[in-house]
């Protein structure tokens, strides 16, 4: 990663919180913190002559003078905690206000028109980590670094004069000595910074595979697959571990310097004003101030050297986060889109719509055209793998690569019920709301809930779990056909204009489906549904049966028949 590339990653993450509408609040922590910074300089200057005073008085064998400036040496130490204490609070307020904007930020982002579905793994690996994870670091580290920049050029403003006045020679001395350290510095962790970003990587993908495992438990236990999965966390495991050694390897070379280099600072100023204080040029208590203000200089020169691990650390952090924002800028651009073109209607309607794969590489469905009146239902059938789900996405908006016209009603009017079946983390009562958002809870209707329920055969439910608000992981407790009947009740309950049904009932029996099926036809909403089983035929006016390369045919019902010929 280069420093031109570092600069554009920083300010593509860092801007944003500094210019919005919130800044106000970020800018006033940001103050106090630098008038807190101010004031502990002040008091460091303070310390400093105060010891300085104490080691003279002691050298002169002045008791009077040794008491009293020892007890004004507490007073400045005793005074200084309040001041230090209230600069950590600050600067812990200063991130969390940061962090609530950030981390809110990028999920608005992420979730406006529906970015998550278009953020491809191969773009953006584990979201979650960098969202939840990745902000918290991404503003610590920014005020760690910047805090201790700023405290460091108050440090050098502040003693280099102090330094100057004692020994010129030592000024020199001390400058020479922090160049030596950063350039050796920087030669021994130039190769941290990428090392820290394939951490990141490594770690966020074993947490994935763990917690894939988890989601998918009950499959891989039915291939009795342990002992795969085993196998693909132990690699991932051990490719983190290589890593990380790697890590601590170039880390105790940056160690065994950097300790050298501190302890070193114990002799040096010792080594240059030791023949001053015995020749009497300067008194004991300059001497101990030389040394203090010579190991501040240092130490505000050495910037580099303390902070290169977190440097290392951030620079990792900002490249992932700020490869996700640019993913989602390209989303908002619309440079990650197709040339679908999507129309408000208060029907559904197609006009030449060309559908591809995801990567462009397949026409699934060519120049399609057709128009459902509202109310109307509509089947959609051909072998597997031909596009029957993709076109669903397509009319909904998820998929866009392709050519052509849709219009339909907002989103807010219609409703997709997919073969799998999300139920939210929630009550009862949630998963039957879902997705429409209420936050009143006596605009529910309890009774209605308990209708459509009974309706799609799951009376029994509401006892079962503790009642509608009860809260459990339904996706773990329900079946996959109990799961696909609350998907109906849902669809019940909301009353959508438009509804997709993409093999909504699969998992259920004859009976149920056929049960399913008339309450969906009984609901007055227009419908687009993918089926296999021929005897939901009766439920649709129109069969769109699509074909291999593009191929499809829109005929009625009770004139559907297998053998027609395919428009193109």
């Not at 008038?35 to 002045?62: G, M, P, Q, W």
């Not at 007073?75 to 904007?101: C, D, N, Q, T, Y």
């Not at 949630?430 to 529910?444: N, V």
């Not at 007055?524 to 021929?534: C, Q, Y």
Request: contains cysteine; hydrophobic residues 45%; neutral net charge.
């Amino acid at each position: 990663m280069n420093a031109k590339s570092l600069r554009k990653d920083l300010r593509r993450v860092l801007s944003p919180y500094w210019v919005s509408p919130s800044r106000w609040l970020g800018w006033c922590w940001l103050t106090l913190l630098l008038v807190l910074l101010l004031v502990i300089s002040y008091i460091n200057i303070r310390i400093s002559y105060a010891e300085r005073s104490v080691f003279t008085a002691l050298e002169l064998k002045d008791a009077a003078v040794f008491w009293r400036n020892l007890f004004m040496y507490a007073v400045i130490l005793v005074s200084s905690v309040p001041v230090v204490g209230s600069f950590g609070w600050v600067k812990a307020k200063l991130e969390l206000a940061w962090r609530e904007w950030l981390t809110k930020h990028i999920i608005d982002r992420y979730l406006a028109s529906r970015n998550f579905f278009h953020v491809s793994p191969d773009k953006v690996d584990n979201p979650d980590e960098r969202v939840q994870q990745d902000v918290t670091y991404f503003c610590t580290e920014v005020m760690t670094l910047t805090m201790a920049v700023l405290d460091s050029g108050l440090a050098f403003v502040a003693f280099v004069t102090i330094l100057y006045l004692i020994s010129p020679t030592l000024l020199v001395v001390a400058i020479g000595y922090s160049i030596l350290g950063t350039v050796t510095t920087l030669l021994f962790g130039r190769r941290l910074i990428g090392m820290h970003y394939e951490q990141q990587k490594l770690e966020a993908e074993f947490r994935y595979n763990l917690v894939y495992l988890r989601d998918n438990a009950e499959p891989i236990a039915l291939y009795n697959a342990a002992e795969r999965e085993k196998s693909e966390l132990n690699n991932r495991l051990m490719a983190l571990l290589r890593n990380m050694s790697s890590i601590a390897g170039w880390q105790r070379n940056l160690t065994l310097f950097k300790t050298s280099y501190d302890y070193s600072l114990l002799i040096i100023p010792a080594l240059v004003s030791a023949p001053l204080y015995l020749s009497g040029q300067i008194q004991l208590g300059m001497m101990v101030q030389a040394g203090t203000a010579f190991g501040r200089v240092i130490g505000a020169l050495s910037v580099v050297i303390v902070q290169y691990q977190t440097f290392a650390r951030l620079a990792a952090i900002t490249s992932r986060l700020s490869d996700f924002v640019g993913v989602l800028e390209d989303l908002e651009n619309g440079s990650e889109k197709g040339l679908i073109v999507t129309e408000k209607s208060t029907i559904l309607s197609v006009k030449d719509l060309t559908v591809m794969t995801r990567d462009s590489s397949r026409i699934l469905v060519k120049n399609l055209s057709f128009e459902l009146e509202a109310g109307k239902r509509l089947l959609v059938t051909g072998p597997s793998g031909v596009g029957k789900s993709s076109l669903i996405r397509a009319l909904v908006g998820l998929w866009t690569k392709g050519d052509g016209t849709i219009r339909r009603p907002d989103l807010e009017e219609m409703l997709v019920l997919p073969q799998t079946t999300y139920l939210t983390l929630g009550s009862l009562r949630d998963q039957l709301t879902y997705p429409k958002e209420i936050s009143e809870p006596h605009l529910f209707d309890d009774a209605r809930m308990r209708a459509v329920l009974q309706q799609v055969n799951l009376g029994k439910l509401e006892e079962r779990v503790g009642g509608l608000g009860a809260v459990h992981r339904y996706n773990q407790m329900l079946s996959h056909g109990e799961r696909q009947r609350i998907a109906i009740a849902r669809m019940l309950y909301n009353v959508p204009k438009l509804t997709f049904l993409d093999e909504a009932t699969s998992a259920l029996d004859y009976d149920n489906e056929m049960l399913m099926y008339r309450l969906v036809a009984a609901s007055g909403a227009t419908i687009v549904s993918v089926a296999h089983r021929k005897e939901l035929l009766e439920f649709h006016d129109t069969v769109l049966e699509l074909l291999p390369e593009g191929g499809w045919r829109l005929v009625p019902m009770n004139e559907y028949t297998q053998d027609t010929t395919p428009t193109t």
